[in-house]
Structures are given as C-alpha cells and as structure tokens.
C-alpha cells in the first residue's frame, strides 16, 4: 500500500525551493505573510484544468497581498504545451517533475517516482495561514464541488493580519538606549570618514555559499569596522544591554558576535532590504539572533517589517535596538527621504560556533566576519 504524508490543520507547512516559469529557484518560505493555496491539480487534464479556472476566477482574493495561488504540477506536457501559465500578481506555478513537493504534501507516495511511469495521485487543496501553517486540506471531489468548497472557506477568512481573530505582535524585542547618541554619532562618523561599499546577499549556489548583488532584492551600502578599540566598546554594550535580555525572553546565552558594520540605507539608492530570513544557507546556519540598532532618526522609511505577523513596522529611536530571531520573515521598507544607518550584527552560542566552524569550507572568506561578544 503507497504511504502518503497527511497534513492537519496546525501543521507547519513544508518549505521548499522550486522552479516556476519566471524564477528557477523560488523560495516558498519567503512569501509567508498572506494566505497561500498550493493546488496540487498535478497534472492539466480536464479535472487539473477546472480546478486551475476556479483558482483564475478569484481575482479580488489572489492579488498577492491578501493571498498567493500556487499550483503544482508534476507533468512537464503542462509546461512545455502551456497549459498552465503564472500571472503575476497572484498565480503561479511549481515544476515539481521529480514529486519532491508533492511527497511534503502528501499528493504523492513517499516512495513515488513520476519521471518512471503511473503514480496514484492525491489531489488536493491545501490553504495555508500566513505563518506557513496548515489551516485546511480540501481533497478534490469527483464532482468538481471542491472548488466551491475552497472558494466558500477562503470568503470566510479574516484579513491576513487578523488570521488568528486577532492581531498577533511579532515575538521581538525592543530595546532603547543599547548605545547612547554619543556612540551612535561616533558610528555614523566612522562610515562617512572611511568609506563604504555595496553589499548584497548570501545564496547557496550548489555546494558553496556565495555572495551576490541584487538591487532589486537589496540596496545597501556597508562600513566594516576594523577598529579593535569600537569593536570593544560594542561588545561591551551588547553584554550588558542585550545578552541579559535575551536571556529573559528566550532563555538563550549569546556569546558571539559576527559581523561589526554600520549599514546604510539611502533615499537616493533606493535603500530597502526585501522579505528574506537570516539563516538559510551554510554561511549563516550558525545564526541565531539578529540585532538592528538604529543610529538615527532623521529619515522616513525604512522601518523594519515582519511579514508573517502583520503590517506593522518598527522604527526605534537612535540607540534603541529590535532583536529578533534569524529565522523570522523580516523585510526594510524603502527610505524615501535622507538616510537610515543601522549598526547590524547577527548573535549565536558555542553551539552554533561548531555549525559554522563544519560549514566554513563550503564559504567564502568574504562571508565571515566573526568575533566574540
């Protein structure tokens, strides 16, 4: 008998990487902070296609704010024929040609291999809040009242931000006055005396983390601090403001520090950090906790947003710190007007000391600057 995975309402939903017709790699992680519907239609026939037309129907609700369709086919004739096309906002659809999402799911055997003949299929609906947990699983009927049944349940559904009856705050801490004005203008004075450069991001690129640049993904320009003395004073600051904190809240001892940079985000680049997480691939496994201290306040925009718990954003007054987990969906809104420079370093433990020290030879040098707190 084929055993399939049975998702549940609560279930954290699997997350993935996946081709779709206009990204080769896209991460279904990152677009957490509204309802999804993944429709494992598997494949465009007369039954893939009517369940396809229910999900175009919904204009009003796939427009990528208050929900994303997201359709999942394991037959390539559906793309090389045409069958199922993305349109952007709102519908899009996975190539899952080797079932390996549609196995998460449970639309396919664990066991089942597609590309190698007839495989029984589970086909489904599968609504996901906008945390990425499984709210309900509607399998399709023989008569095509699945649809009606989807579009029914999704018309009952509260505003993203109140998926859970109400507005959930994210779990941050927010910190005033870890440094004090003095210190922050000593920082912004160290980036506009020795310079700055364009940094990008981190992706694993087969085997290797490297470090890539995407204005579109982000725009930020960065001042390393090589400075031991700052570097002291920092870690200094961060021992006696932020580690007990954390500590309280989470029951976690940091011990390390990696990165000491001061970031600049500036209205006339268009400075903005797209919604990512800090700790997905080997160069940043290690990472546990992220700290953005704000070293100004004479700027608009900018603020620091978490996706998956709402609308809401963050704008701590100059010294004051939001501290959060590197796991959280978190986003930089644009600056619109003048500059926001932030003092930006990640936090971890000696266990994640050993996770980083496995990893670093599959990294590049360039992605570690790393020091103890």
Request: glycine letters at 6%; aromatic letters at 12%; hydrophobic letters at 40%.
């Amino acid at each position: 008998m084929p055993s399939y995975k049975r998702l549940v309402p609560g279930d954290h939903a699997p997350w993935f990487r996946a081709r779709t017709s206009s990204t080769p790699d896209f991460a279904f992680d990152a677009v957490a902070g509204r309802y999804l519907v993944l429709c494992f239609f598997m494949t465009a026939d007369a039954c893939g296609q009517n369940a396809i037309n229910v999900a175009f129907a919904e204009r009003s609700f796939f427009d990528d704010a208050i929900a994303s369709f997201f359709g999942v086919s394991i037959d390539p004739a559906d793309e090389a024929n045409g069958r199922a096309i993305d349109r952007v906002p709102g519908w899009r659809f996975f190539w899952d040609f080797d079932g390996q999402i549609s196995k998460l799911y449970g639309a396919l055997p664990g066991d089942a291999e597609p590309d190698k003949g007839t495989v029984q299929l589970r086909r489904m609906w599968v609504v996901l809040d906008p945390t990425l947990r499984v709210l309900r699983v509607i399998p399709f009927a023989v008569d095509g009242s699945d649809g009606q049944e989807l579009v029914s349940y999704l018309k009952c559904l509260p505003p993203p931000s109140r998926f859970a009856g109400f507005e959930i705050p994210p779990p941050v801490l927010v910190l005033p006055n870890v440094f004090e004005a003095e210190f922050c203008e000593k920082l912004v004075d160290l980036y506009e005396t020795h310079g700055s450069q364009e940094t990008g991001y981190m992706r694993d690129v087969g085997a290797t983390t490297v470090h890539q640049l995407d204005p579109g993904y982000k725009r930020r320009r960065d001042h390393i601090i090589d400075d031991q003395a700052v570097v002291r004073q920092i870690q200094a600051r961060f021992v006696r403001k932020v580690v007990p904190q954390l500590l309280k809240a989470y029951q976690y001892k940091a011990t390390k520090m990696e990165r000491y940079l001061v970031g600049c985000y500036r209205a006339e680049d268009g400075g903005h950090f797209v919604a990512h997480r800090d700790n997905t691939t080997k160069a940043t496994a290690h990472r546990r906790f992220a700290a953005s201290v704000n070293l100004n306040s004479d700027f608009d925009g900018g603020e620091i947003c978490f996706p998956e718990f709402g609308p809401r954003s963050f704008k701590p007054p100059p010294g004051g710190a939001v501290v959060f987990s590197c796991s959280l969906l978190h986003s930089v809104s644009r600056v619109t007007r003048n500059c926001r420079y932030a003092f930006l370093p990640f936090l971890y433990d000696d266990e994640a000391a050993k996770i980083r020290d496995a990893n670093k030879n599959f990294v590049a040098d360039a992605a570690h600057n790393v020091n103890d707190a």
